[in-house]
């Protein structure tokens, strides 16, 4: 599996620097097929359900550690949904690199918190 998600990384890098969104789509689609096919249903031909949940598991981790990460370096954290959102106050890009890379965030919306829209 990690030399699979390692082939998948670095296909997803080039699409992203060539444009090529197909690519980058196909590829995400790419990431899920292993959790759901070796998920505890009956009808797969192959049921690793500790496997499923060991990636699902260092999925759900990776917002949890930028979340300690953006405590520590002072932003409040506001929320934390799914796999791949952080709600921040404050300031992120000196903590985190910016892009679409596996080890980069993007900013999604910017809002404000209690205040007029």
Known sequence: ???LCR?????????IAEDDELTVNYVKSMYSKPISTLGESPN??????????IMRAKAFVNPW???SKSHKAGLQVV???????LHVIGDW????????DLNQVKEEKTY???GKR
């Open 1 to 3: 599996m990690e030399k």
């Open 7 to 15: 082939a998948l990384a670095e296909i997803r890098k080039t699409a």
């Open 44 to 53: 797969r031909d192959m049921r690793r359900p500790d496997w499923m949940h």
């Open 65 to 67: 550690m930028k979340a």
């Open 79 to 85: 929320e934390i949904s799914g796999r791949y959102e």
């Open 93 to 100: 890009r000196p903590v985190f690199a910016e892009g679409r």
């Open 112 to 114: 404000l918190l209690g």
